[in-house]
Each structure stands twice: as C-alpha cells, then as structure tokens.
C-alpha cells in the first residue's frame, strides 16, 4: 500500500557488510518503530515448500469434524485447535466472540528433561495419519523457520548497534538466550461466509492482539478478509504484500527487550467478506520465543526508550498471555 511505515528489507543485502547492511539496519529501525512489522526479501526459503504445505493443510481441514476431533488440543497445545476455542481481543483486555478460525500446531521438540516444563512446552507432536504427508512438509517448514528467525534476531541486534561483527560471540546478544527456544508453529485455516455464517458484532478471523515472542514470521495469502496493521500514524491499514515476501512482526517479548523502542505488531486479520463469500484462505505462521527460562533484560536509555523496567522470565511471560486468550 503507497505510503506504508512497513518496510522492505532484503537480508542479502544485510549479509553483504558495509554500507548496504547499514540501510538495511535503519530500515529495521524506523520500521518496527512505526508498526512493528517488516517485509522480507533474500530469506531463502525453498520457493515450492510453502504451496505443498498448504495443500497438504487443506486436505487436513476437509476431513470430517469427527475425524479432526481426534487430534483435538486446547490453545498452546499440540494438533488441531477448533473453531470457538481462541480469541485472540481477549489479550487486549476486550471480550469479542471466538475467532473463526481453525489451526494445526506443532511446536518445537527439543525437551530439558523437566516434567513440568516439557510437557507445556516441548509436548510431543500429534501428526494425523489421514494426512501423513503433512509431518514432513511442517517439519521441513519449521525447521527453516528456525534458522531465519535467528538471523532476524541477529538482525534486530545489529539495527539497535548492540552487536559486534557478524562472526563475533557476541554478534546476536539473543544467542545465549536461544540456545533451547521455545517456539510453536500454527497453520491457520480461514473458512468461507457460506461455512461460517454472519460474523457476530466484534467478531474478527482473528481479533485485534498482538504476539507475545520475540519475531513471528508469516507466509500468507492475501484477500479481502485479510491481515491488517495498526500503526500510530495510519491507524489500521491492509498490510502490504509482495509474494515473494515473508512478513515478519516482534512480539511482546522483543517490545520489552527494546524498553518501547519497537512496539510489538498490533494487528488482526478481518472476518469473511460478503463480496468475498467464497475465499478461503490458509496463513503459515511462526512463533518465535527463547528459552523457556531466559531472563530478559530490557536495554537502558537511550536505546530503550523506558527505565527501570525489571527483568522477566520468557515462559512466564509467554504462559500469562496465552492464557489470556483462551475461550472459557
């Protein structure tokens, strides 16, 4: 959209030192000052993976309810989340009625050894054998999401100067708190008007929240019910879109780390259109966390742009607000 505060980076660029990599720190900057949110280019994501996901996905959102039923989940779990079970306003204090959406998750797989922690958020996969391809393609998916999100956090290092030189130790101040990170991946599915019926008053695909880890990383479809950003500025505004992006928003967590300075990525993707009555989208998204028991500390003045904030702990952090959102 002409005159978005959502910018365009292109990570080779970044990856190529000098001059170049500082346009692309600034652009950084400015943009997650302004809406949180960034457009990606130069990622390197294998171009076929995210349409056989998706179809692979769809299949899976066709069975019959029964069937999904079986690998049914509450919100933070692992498998299928049903419609009625998220709203994602809640997170923002304001009661609406549940999201009309429906999700499969995986999240990641790498436990510590500690029942109480591993089965909140390491709990093993549920994989439908329905659909058994889908286990591969999620896994292949995640696991290059993975690796990008810990470029982007080097990259977001580097925009607020707190890095050294790419191959430094302390290149990436994040690394010592990712070396287990806690994440969970969530493929959403965007039923029809004609399968959902009238939206209710306030009632969003997803309403309006922000994320509460360190980046989310979205690979989506664009439509009239689609994706929206708040920006101070603008207000809310359709986000841009270019296919041959990734779009990518902090979280809460990173808002905290930054003391303010980036604001996490206000946004909400619009109910079903009734000149649109038959679109049905699917959205791959990312979340990205750190270890379960990193402390964060936010940066002082004049980077950060609030003092006196104290540390806090990832998980419980995290815990606290997906709590908040779930329905009963």
Same mark, same amino acid.
Request: with cysteine; net charge negative.
């Given at each position: 959209?002409?005159?978005?505060?959502?910018?365009?980076?292109?990570?080779?660029?970044?990856?190529?030192?000098? +001059?170049?990599?500082?346009?692309?720190?600034?652009?950084?900057?400015?943009?997650?000052?302004?809406? =949180?949110?960034l457009l990606v280019t130069?990622?390197?994501?294998?171009?076929?993976?995210? =349409?056989?996901?998706? +179809?692979?996905?769809?299949?899976?959102? +066709?069975?019959?309810?029964?069937?999904?039923?079986?690998?049914?989940?509450?919100?933070? =779990?692992?498998g299928w989340i049903g419609p009625g079970k998220e709203a994602n306003g809640f997170s923002e204090g304001t009661e609406t009625p549940p999201d009309l959406k429906e999700t499969f998750s995986s999240g990641a797989q790498?436990?510590?050894?500690?029942?109480e922690v591993d089965d909140f958020w390491f709990a093993p996969d549920v994989w439908p054998t329905e659909v058994p391809e889908l286990r591969e393609l999620f896994t292949a998916w995640t696991s290059q999401m993975k690796r990008l999100s810990d470029d982007l956090l080097e990259l977001m290092a580097a925009a607020l100067g707190l890095g050294g030189s790419a191959d430094a130790v302390d290149a990436n101040p994040f690394r010592g708190l990712a070396s287990n990170p806690t994440w969970t991946s969530n493929i959403n599915h965007y039923p029809p008007l004609h399968d959902v019926g009238a939206p209710e008053p306030g009632q969003f695909r997803i309403g309006p929240h922000t994320d509460f880890g360190t980046v989310t990383i979205l690979d989506r479809e664009p439509g009239a019910g689609g994706l929206q950003v708040y920006s101070d500025d603008g207000g809310w505004a359709d986000a841009p879109w270019d296919p041959e992006a990734l779009t990518v928003n902090i979280g809460?967590?990173?808002?905290?780390?930054?003391?303010?300075?980036?604001?996490? =990525?206000?946004?909400?993707?619009?109910?079903?259109?009734?000149?649109?009555?038959?679109?049905?989208?699917?959205?791959?998204?990312?979340f990205y966390e750190l270890d379960h028991d990193a402390t964060v500390v936010p940066v002082s003045p004049p980077i950060g742009r609030r003092s006196g904030l104290p540390p806090v702990v990832s998980g419980d952090f995290i815990r606290q607000r997906l709590d908040a959102i779930t329905v009963g």
């Open positions: 959209m002409t005159g978005s505060p959502i910018h365009t980076v292109d990570l080779t660029a970044w990856r190529s030192g000098g +001059a170049a990599a500082e346009s692309v720190c600034a652009a950084v900057d400015e943009s997650l000052q302004k809406a =949180g949110f130069g990622h390197g994501l294998d171009p076929d993976l995210p =349409g056989a996901l998706r +179809a692979a996905a769809r299949r899976f959102f +066709a069975l019959p309810y029964d069937v999904k039923e079986r690998y049914s989940v509450g919100v933070g =779990g692992r790498t436990p510590v050894g500690i029942p809460d967590i990173l808002e905290y780390w930054s003391a303010g300075r980036w604001p996490a =990525g206000r946004h909400r993707v619009l109910p079903p259109q009734p000149d649109a009555p038959a679109e049905d989208l699917v959205s791959l998204i990312y």
